[in-house]
């Protein structure tokens, strides 16, 4: 059964930091892996979707690297702004279904 | 284009009562998927339809429901509702059954059981 883990469950940077959110998986046999970002209350909203070929993704300030034979995926975010303060979670596919199993998320804080 | 539409927003609800939630795919896709929520958890997998078919089910009792319309929108029924069904439920489209395109969720339907 894969199990994703993220670390930290919270953090928080001052404004313009560099930062690195992490996410490991035990299965490596993925097809996929997708980064979403959540805001309190609001739905998922798609950031980074990495295919099992590929090893990073870039849009904008992020950019995602994925490892599969070690399990890891890393989001990084170059000067974090106040705005980009919400919660990152990553996700991969499991079983035939588009269905996706998803870490419990980090809550990144960015203080002005 | 308009997005992944849910309806209701939020919800309050008696145990034992039933729920009807309701999602708009994005124009084009084929694919919904629904999500339960819990609070500091992340989403768990609830049911796929695609092309108004069952395409997979995950591990929720059989109080859960759902089906799929000709114009791909979709219903999530849930009988007999217990407390611990309060949850933030989401719908996602995708346009295609497999696992090669992102998925695209909506906002959300916030359902509270009293």
Known sequence: KQEVTQIPAALSVPEGENLVLNCSFTDSAIYNLQWFRQDPGKGLTSLLLIQSSQREQTSGRLNASLDKSSGRSTLYIAASQPGDSATYLCAVPSGSARQLTFGSGTQLTVLP | ?114
């Open chain 2, 1 to 114: 284009d308009a997005g992944v539409t849910q309806s209701p927003t939020h919800l309050i609800k008696t145990r034992g009562q039933h729920v009807t939630l309701r999602c708009s795919p994005i124009s084009g896709h084929k694919s919904v998927s629904w999500y339960q929520q819990v609070l500091g958890q992340g989403p768990q997998f609830i049911f796929q339809y695609y092309e108004k078919e069952e395409r997979g089910r995950g591990n929720f009792p059989d109080r859960f429901s759902a089906r799929q319309f000709p114009n791909y929108s979709s219903e999530l029924n849930v009988n007999a509702l217990l407390l611990g069904d309060s949850a933030l439920y989401l719908c996602a489209s995708s346009a295609t059954s497999d696992n090669g395109s992102p998925l695209h969720f909506g906002n959300g339907t916030r359902l509270t059981v009293t």
